[in-house]
């Protein structure tokens, strides 16, 4: 049986992948002319995601032993002994799957524009096309992203930043939409945020606030952050298709992160199709399900503060050194319920001061039940 995959991302890579594995054949058609073109995606993941994937360590470009926190004027630094977090080459990834998936026999068809012809006359299509997809049809819980790469002569910032850390920046007078992260590698670094707001302005004034002036961009990225968490079902009997990765939303809701969960979903889709089913959402939201419901309610918190109130939040988090606790103990893949087993009585009366966390907050931890 051939499976129609529209999309030679990440999820429709190593979904192909395992349903080789299974025994199915696979056709990927991608619109670009080549796999690994779209570079939207800074390439950080956890440890385990590595291992999902079971990516070569050439891969890898960054080992962070590090992460820096700036809340406005509020700095937390951690340092761990061993790295925590990585970041990979976004482009070598995808050619990597791209080579297993050409071994075990699929078909890749590059500059593929005919996505109708295959959507009328094929019984198995996977749409893996990305955050546009999944657009379409929720309309909303999305943002654009853009991130700058640059180098610079200005000395001042290799005292500033080194490669083993990652940068993170809230403040909501800058951006009231999401944070700012900054990574460095070798003599090239790449500051990115998503938001509703002009882009180009939050990261120029970003850098600008640390007196950097003078620095040469040599590529800018645009993309979709997704942050409204994924599809309720991932099967549309409408569009007869089943959707994985950013199509299906498969995001972090408080990161945008979709490398780990696509290592996760792409696994459950083949293994249900290989038992005849077309739906894998169920098996999906009992592995991610309540972290996800977690991950949208810090997004709510996030979003419902104005600075003054997160910036007290933070502060009263430093107080007891939870926010180092989380960055030194939490898990990169399940944050939102690490920090819940940190939340205590000061916390909550805090956030409860804030009806519509209350109201919203009752909703989302009900749906976990
Ligand atoms: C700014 C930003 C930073 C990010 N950083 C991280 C990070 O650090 N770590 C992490 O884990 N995740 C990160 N992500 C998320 C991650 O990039 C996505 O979750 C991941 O790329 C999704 O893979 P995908 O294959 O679903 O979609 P995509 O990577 O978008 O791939 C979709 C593919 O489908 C092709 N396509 C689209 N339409 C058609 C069509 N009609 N016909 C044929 N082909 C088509 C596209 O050309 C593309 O190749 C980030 C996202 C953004 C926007």
Redesign the pocket.
């Known amino acids: 049986m051939t499976v129609h995959i529209?999309?030679?991302?990440?999820?429709?890579?190593?979904t192909g992948l395992q349903l080789l594995k299974r025994g199915f054949e696979v056709k990927i058609?991608?619109?670009?002319p080549d796999?690994?073109?779209?570079q939207?995606?800074?390439?950080?993941?956890s440890k385990r995601?590595i291992e999902n994937y079971d990516l070569p360590q050439k891969l890898v470009l960054n080992r962070f032993k590090g992460v820096s926190l700036k809340i406005s004027d509020n700095l937390i630094e951690v340092r761990t002994s061993i790295p925590k977090a990585y970041?990979i080459d976004?482009y070598l990834f995808?050619k990597e799957l791209e080579y297993r998936v050409l071994n075990l026999g699929g078909d890749i068809i590059l500059n593929?524009?005919d996505?109708s012809k295959i959507r009328s006359s094929s019984e198995y299509i996977v749409d893996?096309?990305?955050?546009?997809?999944y657009i379409k049809d929720v309309k909303s819980d999305f943002l654009p992203?853009?991130?700058l790469e640059f180098h610079t002569t200005d000395s001042k910032l290799y005292d500033l930043f080194d490669d083993e850390t990652v940068y993170l920046f809230f403040d909501k007078e800058l951006n009231r939409d999401f944070f700012i992260?900054l990574v460095k590698y070798l003599d090239r670094y790449i500051i990115?945020?998503?938001s509703l707001q002009n882009l180009h302005k939050i990261l120029r004034n970003t850098l600008s606030n640390w007196g950097i002036r003078n620095y040469n961009i040599v590529a800018r990225?645009y993309?979709?952050?997704?942050v409204g968490g994924p599809r309720r079902r991932f099967y549309s009997d409408r569009r007869d298709s089943v959707y994985?990765?950013?199509?299906?939303g498969?995001?972090?809701p408080s990161?945008?992160?979709?490398?780990?969960?696509?290592s996760i979903a792409s696994r459950i889709l083949s293994k249900k199709f290989s038992e005849g089913e077309l739906d894998y959402s169920t098996e999906f939201y009992k592995i991610l399900g309540k972290e996800i419901a977690l991950q949208k309610l810090a997004r709510l918190i996030f979003l419902e503060l104005d600075n003054k109130e997160f910036i007290n939040l933070v502060e009263i988090m430093s107080r007891k050194e939870l926010l180092n606790m989380l960055l030194l103990y939490g898990d990169m893949d399940y944050h939102a319920t690490s920090m819940l087993n940190l939340i205590d009585k000061d916390i909550l009366k805090y956030l409860f001061k804030h009806p519509r966390i209350i109201s919203e907050g009752i909703k989302i931890i009900s749906s976990i039940f």
């Open positions: 529209l999309g030679g991302g990440p999820a429709g890579l190593y058609y991608e619109r670009k796999i690994g073109l779209s939207h995606c800074t390439g950080i993941v995601t970041r976004r995808e593929y524009h996505v893996a096309t990305g955050s546009i997809s992203s853009l991130q992260w990115g945020s998503a990225y993309g979709f952050l997704i994985v990765g950013d199509s299906a498969q995001t972090k990161t945008g992160g979709g490398l780990y969960y696509i």
